[in-house]
T-cell receptor
Framework: KAGVTQTPRYLIKTRGQQVTLSCSPI?????VSWYQQTPGQGLQFLFE???????NKGNFPGRFSGRQFSNSRSEMNVSTLELGDSALYLC???????????FGPGTRLLVL | SQQGEEDPQALSIQEGENATMNCSYK?????LQWYRQNSGRGLVHLIL?????REKHSGRLRVTLDTSKKSSSLLITASRAADTASYFC???????????FGGGTRLMVKP
């Protein structure tokens, strides 16, 4: 099976802009989770989608949002970008609950 | 919080030696997963150990879980330079697929 894919791999934006990142899960996986990784805060959970519904949410401001489509592909959106949003954004897919989460290669976002 | 905390933060060993990393967490879990991350890249899944398991092996990796002490350990035997990476534990509770990570253990294996 193909692994989790994320696009784009690299992105440069300026403050105030918005960005949309995409994640395609492993075939058959219906749960997609998003994580942010920064040197200062480490790996932090953003949110999880299952069957097009947000099932869990981390402690991030409302500027961070996501959605999941009927084919389980997911997008996350960050509006009004801030310098501190520069990070590696990782998505992971898994079977519904309690199973291994498989991570994609990540999207590296740089906000100038 | 359910966050896993790895110990030590950094570990430097010679090739061929064993490396042991520890993880502690605070509340009951459904399972605990170990991941490896090479610099700036995605996380590679190593092992998932369920709450009713005490030990699990995968190649040169051995993971133990002690739910009474809320701790887990990852042992890498006969380490190689290619094992140089950061290692993270991620406890998962019964609330769904929400992994919480600690700061990881940065392992350096010197050739």
């Amino acid at each position: 099976k193909a692994g989790v894919t994320q696009t784009p791999r690299y992105l440069i934006k300026t403050r105030g802009q918005q960005v949309t990142l995409s994640c395609s899960p492993i075939s058959g996986h219906r749960s997609v989770s998003w994580y942010q990784q920064t040197p200062g805060q480490g790996l932090q959970f953003l949110f999880e989608y299952f069957s097009e519904t947000q099932r869990n949410k981390g402690n991030f401001p409302g500027r961070f949002s996501g959605r999941q489509f009927s084919n389980s592909r997911s997008e996350m959106n960050v509006s009004t970008l801030e310098l501190g949003d520069s990070a590696l954004y990782l998505c992971a897919s898994s079977l519904p609950t309690g199973e291994t989460q498989y991570f994609g290669p990540g999207t590296r976002l740089l906000v100038l | 919080s359910q966050q896993g905390e790895e110990d030590p933060q950094a570990l430097s060993i010679q090739e061929g030696e064993n490396a042991t990393m520890n993880c502690s967490y605070k509340t009951s879990i459904n399972n605990l997963q170990w991941y490896r991350q090479n610099s700036g890249r995605g996380l590679v899944h190593l092992i998932l150990i369920r709450s009713n398991e005490r030990e699990k092996h995968s190649g040169r990796l051995r993971v133990t879980l002690d739910t009474s002490k809320k701790s887990s350990s990852l042992l890498i035997t006969a380490s190689r330079a290619a094992d140089t990476a950061s290692y993270f534990c991620a406890p998962e509770n019964n609330a769904g697929n929400m992994l919480t990570f600690g700061g990881g253990t940065r392992l350096m294996v010197k050739p």
